[in-house]
């Protein structure tokens, strides 16, 4: 694509908060790889038939028909003359994937309601119109949320699924041409309403901030199949959901306005594998408005300096879209980037293909401990409202985890559900446990997760819908014991899964070193090492800082007095001899820049910078975009855009953001946060009745040699026990609902390599 189509569709106005990174156009091996993709994702069935398009359209048509029928008959019933009643409107809007045309067969779409002054969403939307959709026989599955968030009507019209929320305007009739991106239609409008407008506004904010809609819509499909594969797409776990993938694939679109979705999807891993969190992802500046709503900004609102992944809305108010991020889920997405980036490092060294990149990530053969959570209810419609319900406080477990073990053992939440057919009414979810990295165990220290589960059950069980036969259970399960309906066909792998990236990898490793000392090539191999040196002492820069980043806004600094015992042990780092040794070998090795060409082009090694509002404006000027660099050039091209992207991280917000001493995420429910500290001090008091099987005791740390393995993010080591013990009673004096009794307390208990070794999987 050539720079004047940029400078056509925008009016010759740049797009984004800095200039592009690179202007440079596509190879023709992008455009090659490029058509690779296109047909892997269309091979993968990720677009709808054109049957089905047209029963979207017809589906959103008659619902628009449906609440101009209501807002006319709820007009008529509150008095309002004839004619009024006559010019009463509503209008349906949609957003989210359907809207930003990446949708895939059988998807929800998202959509909006948005109604005049007198139409109230208590009284008429959830009233009336769930009266109306509730007698017609198109309409299934209808499901009301007025208590969410975001309040929401859940159905199936004619087998397509709906997402009706609703905006209450502060207008007596909605004009036909309503333009709901212009911020007077927030005007008196009610926290709610702002809430459900904002999924329309940024959306089409989204649209108008991308150079090319198509080649983004393109790359924005392979993100979400991406990200899905690996197991990081999910907003409820603490992933990030679709609107964020959506503005992080934006910005890079911005930062790369003439590449094609090739070119895209290799520079999304490489900027984000460097990207320092908590500084922000913006498409635009944030703007104050006029109508004093509040907007993210971390030097004014202490909440917001404790947002661990920044992703900010492009639309009035601007706001956090990812606040869910924990540190244990930013750093499994902080390692899935870098595999990415790697990944497709070798892909443009024609060494690996689409494959490789899209493999699903083998959750049940990663860890070697796993919390499984069971919910069961009386019926399908009740299952549905509890698993909605639970499923919104399990990102509450992995907090309570990290923070209760002092960030000593890190989480992988399972972003999908799971049931077992022969239990009616059930559903289930896993979690991967590990410790963390490099922290070795000193004899005698004692691990306990009793009062952690005891207050998510409880916590769980304050749902002001509980009815009987709404039940939960968590328990500890090893990865040999993982159930079969977790399988595709209930069948278990009789043994690992094929061979992975991360797998080849450390073969190519081992190879390549063992080459290096049989056939004297080593002269041949060290070609390039001072360029290798000098971007592998960039890289660890890089590293170090996100690191120090994360650490300072996930640890708590008060970590002595949370558990001295801990804070005295020195972090240390044991090479791990399962499945993540090909981290440990690369960390011993430098990668051949020479062996990864780059597709940016010729790359002049200038850098302009310049600022506007307060932001870096940083421009790489590009020559010959339409050739392949050589490789000193591409080595330099690399560092020339290392630096582009230090300079868009120099912006106002990183340095506001705030150890989270005083953040306390983990809320209870109203009525829970009432009683919490008295159950608190009944729990560690004492005050709780043991079971008359098993007494839940401690758990002491042990290891023999002063250490433990320390494992990557994949890895499971030997050196990781969870023991099992029957729950303790329930509360006393609180009995919102009966809790579960039966099932297993969890301990976790750390033991050396030597005590361990006969305990493996």
């Given at each position: 694509?050539?720079?004047?189509?940029?400078?056509?569709?925008?009016?010759?106005?740049?797009?984004?908060?800095?200039?592009?990174?690179?202007?440079?156009?596509?190879?023709?091996?992008?455009?090659?790889?490029?058509?690779?993709?296109?047909?892997?994702?269309?091979?993968?069935?990720?677009?709808?038939?054109?049957?089905?398009?047209?029963?979207?359209?017809?589906?959103?048509?008659?619902?628009?028909?449906?609440?101009?029928?209501?807002?006319?008959?709820?007009?008529?019933?509150?008095?309002?003359?004839?004619?009024?009643?006559?010019?009463?409107?509503?209008?349906?809007?949609?957003?989210?994937?359907?809207?930003?045309?990446?949708?895939?067969?059988?998807?929800?779409?998202?959509?909006?309601?948005?109604?005049?002054?007198?139409?109230?969403?208590?009284?008429?939307?959830?009233?009336?119109?769930?009266?109306?959709?509730?007698?017609?026989?198109?309409?299934?599955?209808?499901?009301?949320?007025?208590?969410?968030?975001?309040?929401?009507?859940?159905?199936?019209?004619?087998?397509?699924?709906?997402?009706?929320?609703?905006?209450?305007?502060?207008?007596?009739?909605?004009?036909?041409?309503?333009?709901?991106?212009?911020?007077?239609?927030?005007?008196?409008?009610?926290?709610?309403?702002?809430?459900?407008?904002?999924?329309?506004?940024?959306?089409?904010?989204?649209?108008?901030?991308?150079?090319?809609?198509?080649?983004?819509?393109?790359?924005?499909?392979?993100?979400?199949?991406?990200?899905?594969?690996?197991?990081?797409?999910?907003?409820?776990?603490?992933?990030?959901?679709?609107?964020?993938?959506?503005?992080?694939?934006?910005?890079?679109?911005?930062?790369?306005?003439?590449?094609?979705?090739?070119?895209?999807?290799?520079?999304?891993?490489?900027?984000?594998?460097?990207?320092?969190?908590?500084?922000?992802?913006?498409?635009?500046?944030?703007?104050?408005?006029?109508?004093?709503?509040?907007?993210?900004?971390?030097?004014?609102?202490?909440?917001?300096?404790?947002?661990?992944?920044?992703?900010?809305?492009?639309?009035?108010?601007?706001?956090?879209?990812?606040?869910?991020?924990?540190?244990?889920?930013?750093?499994?997405?902080?390692?899935?980037?870098?595999?990415?980036?790697?990944?497709?490092?070798?892909?443009?060294a024609s060494k690996t293909d689409w494959d490789t990149l899209f493999e699903p990530y083998s959750f049940f053969e990663a860890y070697k401990n796993y919390?499984?959570?069971?919910?069961?209810?009386?019926?399908?419609?009740?299952?549905?409202?509890?698993?909605?319900?639970?499923?919104?406080?399990?990102?509450?477990?992995?907090?309570?985890?990290?923070?209760?073990?002092?960030?000593?053992?890190?989480?992988?939440?399972?972003?999908?559900?799971?049931?077992?057919?022969?239990?009616?009414?059930?559903?289930?979810?896993?979690?991967?446990?590990?410790?963390?990295?490099?922290?070795?165990?000193?004899?005698?220290?004692?691990?306990?997760?009793?009062?952690?589960?005891?207050?998510?059950?409880?916590?769980?069980?304050?749902?002001?819908?509980?009815?009987?036969?709404?039940?939960?259970?968590?328990?500890?399960?090893?990865?040999?014991?993982?159930?079969?309906?977790?399988?595709?066909?209930?069948?278990?792998?009789?043994?690992?899964?094929?061979?992975?990236?991360?797998?080849?990898?450390?073969?190519?490793?081992?190879?390549?070193?063992?080459?290096?000392?049989?056939?004297?090539?080593?002269?041949?191999?060290?070609?390039?090492?001072?360029?290798?040196?000098?971007?592998?002492?960039?890289?660890?820069?890089?590293?170090?800082?996100?690191?120090?980043?994360?650490?300072?806004?996930?640890?708590?600094?008060?970590?002595?007095?949370?558990?001295?015992?801990?804070?005295?042990?020195?972090?240390?780092?044991?090479?791990?001899?399962?499945?993540?040794?090909?981290?440990?070998?690369?960390?011993?090795?430098?990668?051949?820049?020479?062996?990864?060409?780059?597709?940016?082009?010729?790359?002049?090694?200038?850098?302009?910078?310049?600022?506007?509002?307060?932001?870096?404006?940083?421009?790489?000027?590009?020559?010959?975009?339409?050739?392949?660099?050589?490789?000193?050039?591409?080595?330099?091209?690399?560092?020339?855009?290392?630096?582009?992207?230090?300079?868009?991280?120099?912006?106002?917000?990183?340095?506001?953001?705030?150890?989270?001493?005083?953040?306390?995420?983990?809320?209870?429910?109203?009525?829970?946060?009432?009683?919490?500290?008295?159950?608190?001090?009944?729990?560690?008091?004492?005050?709780?009745?043991?079971?008359?099987?098993?007494?839940?005791?401690?758990?002491?740390?042990?290891?023999?040699?002063?250490?433990?393995?320390?494992?990557?993010?994949?890895?499971?080591?030997?050196?990781?026990?969870?023991?099992?013990?029957?729950?303790?009673?329930?509360?006393?004096?609180?009995?919102?609902?009966?809790?579960?009794?039966?099932?297993?307390?969890?301990?976790?208990?750390?033991?050396?390599?030597?005590?361990?070794?006969?305990?493996?999987?």
């Open positions: 694509m050539e720079r004047s189509g940029l400078m056509n569709r925008n009016n010759g106005q740049r797009l984004g908060i800095t200039e592009p990174i690179s202007l440079g156009g596509p190879t023709e091996s992008d455009v090659i790889k490029t058509r690779e993709v296109e047909k892997y994702l269309r091979d993968a069935g990720l677009y709808e038939s054109p049957e089905e398009a047209v029963s979207r359209e017809e589906v959103l048509g008659r619902l628009d028909q449906i609440v101009k029928i209501w807002v006319k008959a709820i007009s008529r019933s509150k008095g309002l003359n004839e004619q009024l009643v006559q010019e009463a409107n509503a209008k349906i809007f949609t957003f989210g994937s359907y809207r930003l045309g990446v949708h895939g067969p059988g998807a929800d779409i998202d959509t909006l309601c948005v109604g005049p002054r007198h139409a109230t969403r208590d009284e008429d939307f959830f009233g009336e119109l769930f009266r109306m959709l509730s007698e017609m026989p198109e309409v299934m599955e209808l499901h009301p949320v007025p208590d969410a968030h975001v309040p929401v009507m859940k159905f199936k019209f004619n087998g397509v699924s709906i997402d009706l929320l609703y905006a209450k305007l502060s207008l007596w009739v909605i004009p036909e041409d309503l333009d709901i991106s212009q911020d007077s239609i927030l005007q008196n409008a009610d926290e709610q309403t702002v809430r459900s407008l904002n999924g329309c506004r940024v959306t089409d904010q989204i649209l108008r901030l991308v150079p090319n809609i198509q080649n983004f819509r393109t790359t924005l499909r392979c993100m979400r199949l991406w990200a899905k594969r690996r197991g990081v797409y999910s907003n409820v776990a603490g992933f990030l959901g679709g609107i964020n993938w959506a503005l992080l694939v934006a910005r890079i679109c911005q930062l790369y306005p003439n590449a094609l979705p090739n070119m895209l999807v290799s520079r999304f891993f490489r900027v984000y594998t460097q990207w320092r969190w908590p500084n922000p992802v913006m498409l635009c500046a944030i703007e104050e408005g006029s109508l004093g709503l509040q907007v993210w900004d971390p030097r004014r609102n202490p909440k917001d300096r404790f947002h661990l992944m920044p992703i900010i809305t492009p639309a009035y108010p601007s706001m956090n879209s990812s606040y869910n991020v924990s540190s244990s889920t930013l750093r499994i997405m902080s390692e899935e980037f870098k595999r990415g980036s790697e990944i497709c490092e070798a892909m443009e919390l499984q959570t069971d919910i069961t209810a009386a019926n399908a419609d009740d299952l549905r409202k509890w698993k909605g319900w639970v499923e919104s406080r399990l990102r509450q477990l992995t907090l309570k985890i990290e923070r209760h073990t002092c960030y000593m053992l890190q989480c992988h939440p399972h972003p999908g559900d799971f049931s077992d057919r022969s239990r009616a009414f059930h559903c289930c979810y896993f979690m991967g446990l590990q410790r963390k990295q490099g922290v070795p165990v000193k004899e005698g220290e004692k691990f306990d997760m009793r009062l952690t589960v005891k207050e998510f059950k409880h916590n769980v069980l304050m749902y002001s819908l509980w009815k009987p036969g709404m039940e939960i259970s968590v328990s500890h399960v090893k990865r040999r014991d993982i159930p079969n309906f977790v399988f595709p066909g209930g069948i278990r792998p009789s043994r690992p899964s094929k061979v992975t990236w991360e797998s080849r990898r450390s073969s190519e490793l081992k190879f390549s070193g063992h080459a290096q000392d049989n056939s004297g090539v080593g002269k041949a191999v060290s070609k390039g090492t001072d360029n290798e040196r000098k971007r592998k002492r960039v890289d660890d820069s890089l590293e170090t800082n996100l690191r120090n980043t994360k650490c300072l806004a996930a640890v708590p600094p008060s970590t002595e007095e949370c558990c001295p015992s801990v804070s005295a042990i020195s972090l240390t780092s044991i090479k791990n001899d399962k499945m993540d040794t090909h981290r440990v070998e690369e960390s011993g090795k430098e990668k051949s820049e020479n062996d990864t060409p780059d597709s940016l082009g010729n790359i002049t090694n200038v850098v302009e910078v310049s600022s506007q509002n307060g932001q870096p404006n940083v421009s790489v000027r590009c020559n010959s975009p339409n050739k392949n660099p050589p490789a000193d050039d591409a080595t330099s091209s690399r560092e020339t855009e290392k630096l582009a992207i230090e300079k868009i991280l120099s912006g106002p917000y990183g340095a506001h953001q705030a150890v989270p001493e005083e953040l306390d995420e983990l809320e209870y429910d109203f009525e829970y946060r009432n009683q919490g500290k008295d159950i608190r001090e009944k729990l560690k008091g004492g005050h709780l009745e043991s079971s008359t099987e098993n007494t839940a005791v401690a758990v002491p740390l042990t290891s023999s040699t002063g250490s433990a393995s320390s494992n990557g993010l994949y890895s499971n080591g030997n050196s990781e026990e969870l023991e099992p013990t029957e729950l303790v009673a329930p509360l006393s004096n609180v009995t919102p609902a009966p809790v579960v009794q039966g099932k297993p307390l969890i301990r976790l208990s750390f033991t050396s390599l030597a005590k361990s070794t006969d305990k493996s999987l």
